[in-house]
């Protein structure tokens, strides 16, 4: 089983594979070291060439840059990504003429929508086509970058940069983040949503009216945050059904996201009708009724109002308790003290707490209950 | 041929087992450790991604306490605060929980920070043993410091102090002798923004901060420490921290959330108790508690370790601090193992009852122990001339396949982050990966045994960490 010859064969071998693993560690780590240095160098030759040559208007594009090494030509290909992504208008005008003359748009569209290419790279070119601001078909975006939800993702950002080149890019972009609902968003998506919905239009609304039953809690969840932080001005108040169809959901998170998502349309009167904050205030799970206290303390009218006080002396979980009283001071708010329920811990926590963070010396504080 | 014929009789063969027993651990590792590089390069590749676009993604971030616990830190508490204050989040509030120092440490921060007491007593249960004094807040920062009673609860008990008291719905536990880099909270927390519901733990990676300067929340230029010591733990840290971490988490045992680096979902931690203050390490501990919690109430929970978020953090640099932290190491696992025994070999816990936990118990608490009988037995059978040429080529092969391994770790560190650019740097901690086999990791086995006498006995102490700080342009 184990001849000292088999032996000696087993050390030689994991002596052979350490010296073998040791060199291959050693060189990959000079040649990564001497690949920064050599791309550092290029990097900053092209950008003191680049910034030389910007605001000539006798430079031949094409001449300079077949004067370039390759890693020249990498180098300035990324300073170019880097520059697009911050300046905007007129001062772009000379990076997107370089791009064009490097071929940059034709090479990330034949990247973007080429089968063999791997989720990263085309990721990489449809990002590359969105800082030039370069659309690309509705229906190649649907045939080759639905792959993944970051495509997806990154397939809506360009829709929303070049929203001009397409036909109902809002709906479109919602389309591409929201999908079957089943995969959620990173926060580049929800970003992208943000930026798609945000104000007269919002049809999220609309896509969530027809499709909000299939999705995931995440999905459900994330979609309601992205409401919560959007104007929906246009929109009619049907157009919120499925919303307060939430309040029915099974998990509290989702009942706590769906109230959370009607911050913003406190001024609707008659969708503020439709809700019943009774029941949502004497919800069984702590995670929704302080989320109520919030939006309440957010429409700040005299219903809300009134229904924070009723729900500071009634709350009976201390954590829940000490919300409702923040809330109830948010809106400067100072109800009579002499209730029976009165949360006096509470109150005179939020009321100190207050004290403390507006600097006043200790010794000249009093009053605080 | 039979294996009494190669070997000097049948004292030599428990050497041979025990041999073989430690290649099963180093082969086990080295599975890991494969697993993990692909994982970490894919990892880094996807980060490498630029979307196009401004981002404003502010809004959709949850809120999170940073809960450092501090005893007898005066001399780096105000650094430490003031590098977790210039933190990359937007929504975050730091809450130091002053667990009874006998120093100076409150008064630090008082006077640094202008803090105000807060005159009211806590309206909530701050469920700790030690009772609760004082509560100070800053007027015009985030910064919130709980002074309390120390007890025996320890460093468990001052986090259970920042869990019950924060009202924020993410909990960040960080040492105080710990420096996280700038962005790395915004790393850590994507897998809550993308499952919110399941989510309820993420851990990012610990690196070794001895003898490396700061600048701006990040590493100015990482070298590789000078004392030995130190550069034993730096090769340690790539292997099972770094890698052998990632590899864990991608076979679903992610059993370990590093007490100086983990984000968690405060409501889940309250859920369970909080932090157990009778056991040594309770970061394990509580991680366990919410795999048990999660399974047994039929919900579906993710915890994720990710590479890229770091935290940089002291490593003793003398042996008899090395020995006490290892010991307790050794012994809360050991705590833990037996705690939750109930759960092995149970289908109904999953991976965690079928992987994970005997992979803990198979390899890292008896392996730790296999591997100190054998260094002992092998060190009186060469002193006694006990065993033949065969039994020396068999110890030859297993020093070599350990090298093997850390040598793979260290591979994936240059194919991957390269925190150590330099060549011969890199040369170095190979160099370390031979002699860890013959010098660090019999220490570590003898710690090993030593921490199982101190669970055997009772002795849960935490011992004395010696802090130097970090470097001279450190910006904390």
Known sequence: MFTESLLVLLSVTVFCVFLGLSIATVGIAVWKRRADRRNKRALETVQGQLFERRDRSDVDWRDWLTSLSEPEQTALKSLLQRYLRVIEGPKSDRYLEIADTLALPQAARWKASHDDSDQLTRLRALATLTVLEQPVPTRELWSHCMGTQRTREASARLVYECADQYECPGVCGTELLVWDGSESMTIYGLDTLVKLNDGAGTPLLEVARKSAGSWSDAVLIQVCRVLEHIRATNPDDASFDWLIALFEHQQPAVRAAAIRALKQQGWRTGLRQRIDVNALLEDDSPQVRRATYNVLAYWGDSDAQSLLEQAMISERETRCQLAAVRAVRSLDMDPLKNHSGWPVDAWNWVRAVETADVDTPLDERSGLS | MILDDVISGPIAAIGVVIILYILLINSVYLVLTLVGIQHTRSQQEQEAYEPAGLINSNQFLPEIAVVVPAYNEEAVIVDSVQALLSLDYPHYEIIVVNDGSTDGTLDRLVSAYGLEQVAASVPIDVQCDGPVRDVYRSPDRDLVVIDKENSDGGKADALNAGLFFTEKPLFCAIDADSLMERDALRKVVEPFVMEPRKTVATGGTVRIANEISFERGRPASVNLPKNWLVRFQVVEYLRAFFIGRTGLDRIGSLLIISGAFGLFKTDALRAVGGYDTSCVTED????????????????QYEMT??????????????????????????????????????????????????????LFLIVEMFGRLVEGIGYLFFFFGIVLGLFSIPAYLFLIVSIGYGSILTATAVYGEVLTYRQYEDPVEILLLLCFAVLENVIYRPMRALFAWQGLKNHITGDTSWGVMEREGFGENSDQ
């Open chain 2, 305 to 358: 370790f990710l590479s890229f978020p770091v935290v940089w953090t002291e490593a003793p640099t003398s042996v008899p601090v090395l020995a006490s932290q290892r010991q307790r190491w050794f012994s809360g696992l050991v705590d833990t193992l037996i705690k939750y025994r109930g759960l092995l070999f149970r289908p109904k816990y999953g991976t965690i009852g079928l992987v994970a936990l005997p």
């Open chain 2, 284 to 299: 394990m501990e509580i991680v366990m508690r919410l795999h048990r919690h999660f399974i047994e109430k039929d919900k």
